[in-house]
């Protein structure tokens, strides 16, 4: 199938797909169209703390004045280039990685697979801090610690797919004619490997913007007072008792965005993966299936 027709049937064929895709669509929009659907600038500061929804703050404002709804939406481009910025560079490390030390084999493959382990066994978390201390705090500098701890992930599923694709028919012949490795690596292995990679990537924007809230909010990502949803959460966090709502835009914003990239993942694999998709269906139907009714005053099937 063609890559257009594999979009159309991922975009036509779930539900899941089409309203994940319309709410990252229209959070995209917003977050590019910030200046125009903000009527205040977010770090505009006002004598009116913590005023309820209005037409003049439509979320209310924060501790210091500030429009809820204009950080929010600024916000939303934060995490989104953040997303997007973090899963790059780790599809950029992790995937040459992992194709080198697949293609390769023998001591390559050692020694790049235990640098990799050392990497995962790590806390994410713990080395994106760590990571981020050494680089200094702001958000780019907190979305590349983010991209080298996501990078390990995603250079042993390229590595995976590497070794089964190297062993094909089409790879070997093309191996015996005498093709150049590059061809071989360009032409055969890389569009046959690239799809597992391509579904976790997909994943993996929700967990970065879940590590750009987290370190926003212990103050290694984007700094105050700039506005991201962790950033937010830390402001908010600290008048909870004056303003208990103050915490449930920016975390309702997290938690949907998780959510649609979660849904956008969980589809596109159902697209790319029929065989697995298959299985995820037949494993529910197996768990939904009723159990059989027991015999009457205690008898069974067998006493009959």
Do not use: K
């Amino acid at each position: 199938m063609s890559g257009g027709g594999v979009l159309r049937n991922w975009l036509l064929s779930d539900g899941r797909s089409r309203l994940a895709a319309s709410f990252l669509l229209a959070v995209a929009i917003l977050a590019i169209a910030a200046p125009l659907v903000a009527r205040y600038s977010p770090t505009a500061q006002n004598a009116m703390p913590f005023t309820g929804i209005s037409w003049d703050h439509w979320l209310g404002t924060d501790d210091l004045g500030r429009d809820v709804w204009a950080r929010l939406v600024y916000g939303a481009r934060a995490s989104l280039l953040a997303a997007f910025i973090a899963v790059g560079i780790a599809v950029g490390i992790g995937v040459p990685i992992g194709l080198v030390a697949g293609f390769r084999g023998g001591w390559v493959d050692a020694v790049l697979m235990r640098i990799v382990d050392t990497f995962l066994s790590f806390p994410g978390i713990i080395l994106a801090i760590a990571i981020t201390a050494v680089l200094g705090s702001g958000l780019m500098n907190a979305m590349v610690a983010v991209g080298i701890v996501f990078s390990p992930s995603i250079a042993r599923l390229m590595r995976g797919q590497v070794l089964v694709t190297r062993e094909r028919g089409y790879v070997e012949a093309a191996v015996s004619f005498g093709s150049p490795s590059w061809w071989i690596v360009v032409r055969h292995i890389v569009p046959n490997a690239i799809q597992p990679v391509v579904i976790q990537a997909t994943f993996m924007l929700g967990l970065a913007v879940l590590a750009e809230a987290s370190l926003s909010f212990v103050g290694l990502g984007v700094q105050y007072p700039n506005p991201s949803f962790g950033v937010m959460l830390r402001s908010a966090a600290q008048f909870t008792s004056l303003n208990p709502g103050g915490v449930y835009p920016p975390g309702l914003a997290i938690a949907l965005l998780v959510l649609a990239f979660n849904a956008l993942g969980d589809s596109l694999r159902d697209v790319l993966s029929p065989a697995t998709s298959t299985r995820r269906r037949i494993g529910r139907r197996a768990n939904r299936r009723p159990a059989p009714n027991p015999e009457p005053n205690g008898a069974s099937p067998r006493d009959n």
